[in-house]
């Protein structure tokens, strides 16, 4: 496997605990009743503000899998990779790890510098397979 397709899992596999951080804290603060069920009315409480933090970095999460996934696979199908690439996928991943603190501390500006650093690191990956 390349280095990009297996920054491209670790990625995935940050995504799926982020995930389960969330769902652990929601249960906690809103309870299974709530959201285990249709969840057709706003809750009760709302979510505590790192709850909510870790909430829209799970969001944002996803939001830059969509990108950097295809970006991944383009230059692991293409063998269009190298030490370049390679070393952008990773910093991808870093950048991932960094952003979930960063977010659900509430570290701003900090915040938002990882986030571009990923995506720049995903920018890398797609132009190096136009180039």
Not at 19 to 40: C, K, M, S, W
Not at 54 to 82: C, E, K, W
Not at 119 to 128: F, G, K, M, P, R
């Amino acid at each position: 496997m390349t280095p990009e397709l297996s920054a491209l899992a670790v990625a995935i596999l940050l995504h799926v605990a982020l995930q389960g951080l969330f769902a652990v804290r929601a249960n906690r603060e809103l309870g299974p009743r709530y959201t285990t069920g249709p969840r057709d009315t706003l809750p009760e409480r709302p979510l505590g503000s790192t709850t909510a933090r870790i909430q829209r970095a799970t969001d944002n999460s996803l939001d830059s899998l969509i990108l950097f996934a295809p970006a991944a696979l383009m230059v692991g199908l293409s063998h269009y990779g190298g030490p370049i690439t390679a070393a952008a996928a990773w910093v991808f991943v870093a950048a991932r790890l960094l952003y979930i603190p960063a977010y659900a501390l509430g570290l701003a500006p900090w915040r938002s510098a990882v986030w571009m650093l990923g995506l720049a690191a995903t920018v890398v990956l797609v132009v190096a397979t136009l180039v």
